[in-house]
């Protein structure tokens, strides 16, 4: 067989360059190796053809590339920059003509059409079994990674656009035209495929349970993946965007019926309940977990510090317990995220750093009190100041700036505000030449206000709201002087044990209500981060019973502690339309900041609107690209575009 195979080859050498870089397993196919003879001669060419598969990933760190960044407004860029795709996807003007952040065509310079990806898969199936000098179990493994890449890419695709015309089989080139034009299926039909793949794979047992090469197979998939995965999936399924929609009732297939099914299931998340709970237990057999304090190896000046260091860790640690499988087929986590959410922290003669990732303030009020509670629940805070302003004083010098003056808002919350955001006069412990003093109020911090070094650098490099996500820099991350700056690469943290405990909650409270097991569950988050359990929290609260009282309420709960835990990573957008709250939380949302064009602290801590957030009913579904239906005529586009 001689068909020839599209691998992107101008960018194989930088690709290849970065991957062996960050040890992990993403070496892609040389330009010059192009028929399927050629990629499957052997075992190097065959482990070049499944990097390939795995490059084919949704580029989770790119904000151009990625809907979720700026898709619920939790990070945005300045008006300057508001042209850019993700901005435009995530202020909803977009189009079937210019749909700006497109995985379902192919008609992009740094998107791939995940079709096109799931033929490499195919492709790679068809033939692995061949390679003359790999031996059975490699096959094997090989042959499961890619069916597992495989039903990832039909998920993915399966949550960006509804229904989909999965690719069980790649059609012959002969057959282009006919075979192309295919009929998008019900989404039951859909997320049935994906478990179908996920399942095969599972009981096929190739996959190994974990890692244990760390120096060559970093970022491979593990039999935790897979179990993890699956429980996802599951999830998904049993929420409310994909069970009993009646709002898609008019939305039908080819045969008159509706795409999405019209009636509630309550089994699936019993189903998903069980299916958590079974990844949960195989991810710890495997040795994921919560990364803590005692996993954190670098210097700290106090509890506190120590804390906040850990959380971003969780994060940005390469490959650590917590990190069930990380994203490296970007590049973006390698330098160009990091130094947009990194401020200048002194006075520079240079642009070292954008620092325009900016956190908008409907953000930042989501994060808890010190008491571990909402802000408005909490008789100890005082949101009648909640805008005003505030002196640093000794009981916040870790967090605060002493003698300085900042919101205060910015005062008495929970570790995971300090850990997550950076903030004018917040301080910022770390990433800088010699800022690792023994005591934290000696530490470099953001001076945000108009003409000092954090602010406008010129006309289009600036923060625009006043808050920079700092979990999403790496703590080895570090300026050299005050006009240069070594970034640390990590994989992008697509799937946390952290998340995996929360939609384990979610699945179980959905399926049996507020029973303890679910709050073993959220405890175990909040108490890595500092807080009490949620029961013990809320009786300091104006609602002392609201946990316990019914499953609406502490799904209420679960949602925020998500909201929380995950702020900045881009899982808030995916939540919100699986649950069928985005329209309610992002239909004209305002979206604001403080005045950053402000010279002082009066001028400068005032509520400043930027931006109002478009979202309507079609955007809980991305359109399907106006070429594609035009290419071909059988696919029906999603309701509204």
Known sequence: MKSIIKIFGALSISLMALMVASCDYLDVVPDNIRTVDDIFADRYTTEAMLATCYWGFPKSAGWN?????????????????????????????????????????????????????????????????????????????????????????????????????????????????????????????????????????????????????????????????????????????????????????????????????????????????AACIKAVEICTEAGHRLYQTTDYSGKSPSDNILLVQTLRNAVTERWNPEIIWGNSSYMATYGRIQQCALPRLEQASSQTTNGNFSVPL??????????????????????????????????????????????????????????????????????????????????????????????????????????????????????????????????WPDFRFADLLLITAEAINESKGPVSEVFDYIDLVRQRAGLNGVVESWKKSDQPDYPTASKDNLRNIIRRERQVEFACEGINYWDSHRWKTAMREQGNLIVQGWNIRGENATDYYVPTTYYTKRFTFREYLAPIPEYEIINNPNLIQNPGW
Request: hydrophobic letters at 35%; one cysteine or more; charged letters at 20%.
């Open 65 to 273: 590339e990625n809907p979720a960044f700026f898709g619920s407004m939790e990070t945005c860029f300045n008006t300057y920059q508001q042209t850019s795709n993700g901005m435009q996807w995530g202020l909803g003007l977009i189009s079937a003509t210019n749909v700006r952040i497109d995985y379902w065509g192919n008609n992009s310079d740094y998107i791939r059409s995940l079709y096109a990806g799931i033929r490499d898969c195919n492709t790679f199936m068809d033939n692995v079994m061949g390679v003359p000098d790999l031996r059975t179990y490699e096959k094997n493994r090989m042959f499961n990674e890619a069916k597992l890449i495989k039903a990832f890419m039909h998920f993915y695709l399966l949550k960006y656009y509804g229904p989909i015309c999965p690719l069980r089989e790649s059609p012959p080139v002969s057959e282009s035209t006919r075979g192309v034009r295919v009929y998008r299926e019900k989404v039951d039909d859909c997320f049935n495929y994906v478990l179908q793949l996920i399942n095969e794979v599972i009981e096929s047992n190739a996959l190994p349970l974990q890692i244990v090469n760390t120096n060559q197979e970093l970022g491979r998939f593990t039999n935790a993946f897979a179990y993890t995965f699956k429980a996802f999936v599951l999830t998904y399924w049993a929420s409310p965007l994909f069970n009993g929609n009646t709002d898609y009732n008019s939305f039908l297939d080819h045969n008159g019926e509706p795409f999405f099914n019209q009636t509630y299931d309550p089994k699936r998340w019993d189903d998903a309940a």
């Open 362 to 491: 409907h953000i930042v009020d989501l994060f808890y009190t010190k008491n571990g509670l909402p802000i408005e629940n909490d008789p100890e805070y005082d949101m009648k100041n909640h805008y005003a302003t505030r002196v640093g004083d000794d009981a916040h010098a870790e967090y605060i700036a002493k003698g300085e003056t900042t919101a205060a808002m910015n005062f008495d919350r929970e570790p995971r505000f300090y850990s997550t955001l950076g903030f004018d006069r917040g301080i910022w412990w770390g990433n800088h030449a010699n800022n690792y003093p023994d005591n934290a109020t000696e530490s470099k911090y953001p001076k945000g206000r108009l003409n000092e070094y954090s602010s406008v650098f010129n006309y289009d490099s600036y923060n625009t709201t006043g808050y920079w996500p700092k979990k999403l820099v790496h703590l080895l991350t570090a300026y050299r002087n005050a006009n240069d700056i070594f970034t640390e690469s990590y994989p």
